[in-house]
């Protein structure tokens, strides 16, 4: 979906984006869940620079680009994706990056345009990843991003089906019995 609009729009916000966002599940870096850590991650246009890098090394959806932010700093952030989308699309207008579907999803190519931009921006993108790797040293002793996404999963699958109403009795003995094989499984692991 491409974004338009006039006054304080789509492009501002992606540049002005400063802080840690809404991380995953909306509890970000400030606001509950894994996240322990309050600061700014990313300088204006960061984002934009490290995510088409990432782009730069593979085609890539965006959702792929949230778990590979994420992944490199161990868990301790994740972009939004109020905040990823609307960089790509801003790429996409700026020539950096083309897009093309795939199984439905949109697939995004770096392009010679944005190759040179990178080129260009290398003092920069050097120091954003310097940052990066002492935020990964400072946040990455916490639990693997794996593990973490996937107990957000669970407790996300959880909730919406508790919310859901009364659930009936085999349901409740299934889930029970699904969560106790979960914890036994990961007891042996």
């Known amino acids: 979906m491409r974004m338009h609009g006039s006054g304080r729009g789509w492009r501002e916000r992606v540049e002005a984006h400063r802080g840690w966002g809404g991380g995953r599940h909306g509890g970000g870096m400030g606001g509950g869940g894994w996240g322990r850590h309050r600061g700014r991650m990313f300088d204006q ?6 995510t ?13 680009i949230i ?16 905040v990823v989308y609307p960089t790509l699309a801003l790429l996409v207008d700026e020539g950096h990056v083309s897009v093309s579907e795939e199984g439905g999803k ?8 944005g190759r040179k931009f990178l080129a260009d921006n290398a003092a920069t993108i050097e120091g954003v990843n310097r940052r990066l790797d002492a935020a990964r040293e400072r946040f990455g002793a916490g639990p693997p991003p794996q593990i973490v996404r996937a107990m957000e999963n669970l407790r996300m699958a959880l909730r919406l089906k508790l919310e859901r109403g009364p659930l009936p009795q085999d349901k409740v003995a299934a889930i029970a019995a699904a969560l106790d094989f979960a914890a036994q499984q990961v007891e042996q692991s």
């Not at 088409?52 to 792929?64: M, N, S």
């Not at 700093?73 to 939004?80: E, F, I, K, M, V």
């Not at 949109?106 to 345009?113: E, F, G, M, P, R």
């Open 45 to 50: 246009g960061d984002l934009r620079l490290i």
């Open 52 to 64: 088409l890098k990432l782009i730069e090394e593979k085609p890539r959806h965006g959702y792929d």
């Open 106 to 113: 949109k697939l995004h190519t770096i392009t010679d345009a």
């Open 67 to 82: 778990k590979a932010i994420e992944e490199s700093l161990g868990g301790a952030y994740a972009p939004s994706p109020g």
